[in-house]
């Protein structure tokens, strides 16, 4: 029986971002039927004749992104280890081949054609910004290979190739903005780094607001990377929004934190509501400078439970004991105990058997049970909503009731009808 076709639909913003981003090495963004497929049907190397089976790490290991990234790695580098120690996949100890995106697009689809075509991995973990995820979907789909990609993004897509493992708009951004607006925001200015996500998820941030009476009073971006905020921060202030909405990645975060602290502004006065900041990023920004401002994520450290517990305690043990967890690093480490139980279901590593196997497999993982849709390849997902504390940490101020259904096209919101 062969796997339900996914749409491969990318907004309209997203298609224009990543031409920008992508032009100079010539890249495609796959879509459905117009998706080239000519690979597609090229038979798999990957080697499952002896005792272990390869799988691909792609992490930035350098560059503006290696703030965030270096602990997916090594999160991911603790679920293979667990994993052999139990025994492995079909009995199989996994052999990982580590590549370094170095937080660019180009080489993350480079490394991704290396892993599949000459190291004949079995599946590929990691990615974390949109670009670097649009760059490497058509090398996963002209391959016929598996990615899985661990963080949060701005929705509006679905491939048959990628397990999408953090979450999707209706599952962050949208109860954000829901907090938000309980709160008794009015109004909010957006600042976001110059690529897709952001400029995608401003887009739909506008939607929401213009549905539900919210004033956008500035929408700003920077290049990821950059490092004076000042003017950018000026006009935050002098906007005078409800609160900021923040999808700056990497670490320009730590860039507009501290000019947003030397300016004067609060958490109390214009609080900033972030999706890209977790646990590890706030050590690099300085407590002092994003102490009592918001998150939205669906994990955090102080998520009280046996297994949160659990992968605490490990990932501590293993990476020393003032190393924090957060969200990205979490769903990945839950993206591959899921692809692990997708293969034992299958009974096989073939790429087709394991997307067939993929629906309804679920997984008790740190930030709660998660449970893969097998229609769009996202996972449901409690989406909480926290505070930066003074030990660091993030603190859960609101939670959702239970796992939120993925709804990456936003079907089931009228306002969001023709974003996709």
């Known amino acids: 029986m062969t796997p339900k076709p996914l749409r491969t639909r990318v907004a309209l913003a997203a298609v224009a971002a990543l031409a920008m981003t992508l032009s100079a090495c010539g890249a495609r963004v796959a879509g459905g039927d117009e998706a080239d497929t000519s690979a597609a049907s090229a038979e798999s190397c990957v080697d499952t004749s002896g005792d272990t089976v390869k799988i691909g790490f792609l992490n930035s290991l350098s560059g503006t992104m290696a703030i965030s990234e270096q602990t997916v790695f090594d999160s991911l580098t603790l679920a293979a280890e667990e994993i052999n120690a139990d025994g492995g996949v079909l009995g199989k100890q996994l052999e990982v081949v580590s590549e370094d995106g170095a937080s660019e697009p180009t080489v993350f689809a480079e490394k991704a054609e290396k892993l599949i075509v000459s190291d004949c991995v079995?599946?590929?973990?990691g990615g974390w910004t949109s670009a670097s995820r649009k760059a490497m979907l058509p090398v996963f789909e002209g391959n016929d290979a598996l990615l899985f990609y661990p963080v949060q993004y701005e929705g509006l897509e679905a491939s048959e190739n990628i397990f999408y493992s953090g979450a999707t708009t209706n599952q962050q951004i949208i109860p954000a903005l829901d907090y938000l607006r309980e709160q008794g925001a009015t109004s909010l200015f957006l600042v976001g780094s110059d690529y897709v996500f952001p400029r995608t998820a401003n887009k739909i941030i506008n939607a929401y607001a213009q549905e539900h009476g919210i004033e956008v009073l500035g929408e700003e971006y920077a290049p990821l990377g950059h490092t004076d905020f000042a003017t950018i921060v000026g006009k935050v202030r002098s906007a005078g929004a409800d609160a900021v909405f923040n999808t700056l990645n990497g670490d320009s975060n730590v860039a507009f934190f501290k000019e947003y602290r030397n300016i004067g502004l609060t958490a109390e006065e214009m609080p900033v509501m972030s999706v890209s900041i977790a646990e590890e990023e706030v050590g690099g920004i300085g407590i002092d400078n994003?102490?009592?401002?918001?998150?939205?994520?669906?994990?955090?450290?102080?998520?009280?439970?046996?297994?949160?517990d659990a992968f605490v305690a490990a990932f501590q043990e293993a990476y020393g004991e003032d190393r924090v967890t957060s969200d990205p690093m979490e769903a990945?480490?839950?993206?591959?105990?899921?692809?692990?139980?997708?293969?034992?279901?299958?009974?096989?590593?073939?790429?087709?058997?394991?997307?067939?196997?993929?629906?309804?497999?679920?997984?008790?993982?740190?930030?709660?049970?998660?449970?893969?849709?097998?229609?769009?390849?996202h996972l449901s997902k409690t989406a909480l909503i926290g505070r930066i504390g003074p030990d660091g940490l993030i603190h859960t101020e609101w939670s959702s009731d239970g796992p939120i259904e993925p709804d990456p096209f936003l079907e089931s919101y009228d306002w969001a009808a023709g974003l996709s």
């Open 122 to 125: 079995a599946a590929v973990f």
């Open 332 to 377: 990945a480490y839950t993206s591959l105990h899921l692809w692990r139980a997708m293969v034992e279901e299958a009974g096989s590593f073939d790429v087709a058997a394991v997307q067939e196997a993929a629906d309804g497999t679920t997984f008790e993982a740190p930030e709660g049970t998660v449970t893969i849709d097998g229609e769009n390849h």
């Open 290 to 308: 994003v102490e009592g401002q918001l998150t939205a994520w669906n994990y955090y450290q102080t998520v009280d439970s046996p297994e949160n």
